[in-house]
């Protein structure tokens, strides 16, 4: 019988270029989404999934990430002397939030890399497989969809999502073999960046790989008999398709709202969706955007 799902690996080493000067001394994953970094939504969405070792696998300059998720007494004991103990609480919350262990990442440049560093960590079980800058907004986290599919199948399952032709070429894109319900596809592989004419479709819907995977410890063997690609990269999405020809990998539909925080449009975009999800900020800040459309519109027009 398969292994529960426990470890998830968390790919946490990019150098976050897109924002800098802002990460050149603090991590990208560690960039505020309202009032949690990028990496804490991950986290916490990998523990509503039954995670309990969590594998960061970082770089230089990301000690703040181990900092965010211990305890700090000192603060802790301040929150309650001045009786804020609902901060206090959420403080200690994060530092339990799972056992957390940090690698820092080495080896050939690509997605799969801090996947391989990982391994010995692994001990032959199926794991999860998250990147610190990419959420989903949703009512059921991803990672809770992708271990329901995991369980009902026992094979590999990666995210999708549905995308307009116009963005296709920006993502890997699901070879569809056939449907086996109305959010979980059989697939014959992955196509990375196809030209419009090769967009694979299926009823006339394109679905994007995006970040999230579930892999089980045979996909492992893929993994590690990767070669670097054309750019010198070990890729996952090779070790997928290698896998697809030998055995089968389920894509899931996931439902909710996805958010790549890896660039500034994205990132702005995940604060405000977040934003208007929270009640107690939603209705003011709905508002504010609201009269400043209305602003744009006004100088516009003049």
Known sequence: MSKHITKAVICAAGLGTRFLPMTKAMPKEMLPIIDKPIIQYVVEEAVSAGITDVII???????????????QYELEAKLRHDGKNDLADSMERVANLANFIYLRQKGVYGNATPVL????????????VLFADDFFNSKVPRSVQLVETYERYKKPVISLVPVPQSRAKSYGVADIKRAVDDKTFELSGLLEKPEPDDTPTHGGNIYASVAGYIFTPDMMHYVEALEPDK?????????????CKDDTVYGRIIEGHWHDAGNKEKYLEAIVDVALDDASIAPAFKQFLEEKLNQGEVRHEA
């Open 231 to 243: 750019t010198g990269e070990l890729v996952l999405a090779n070790a997928i398709n290698a896998y």
């Open 117 to 128: 560093n990982a391994a010995h960590l692994i001990h032959d079980e199926p794991f999860l």
């Open 57 to 71: 696998v970082g770089s230089a300059n990301k000690r703040t990430i181990e900092d965010h998720f211990d305890h």
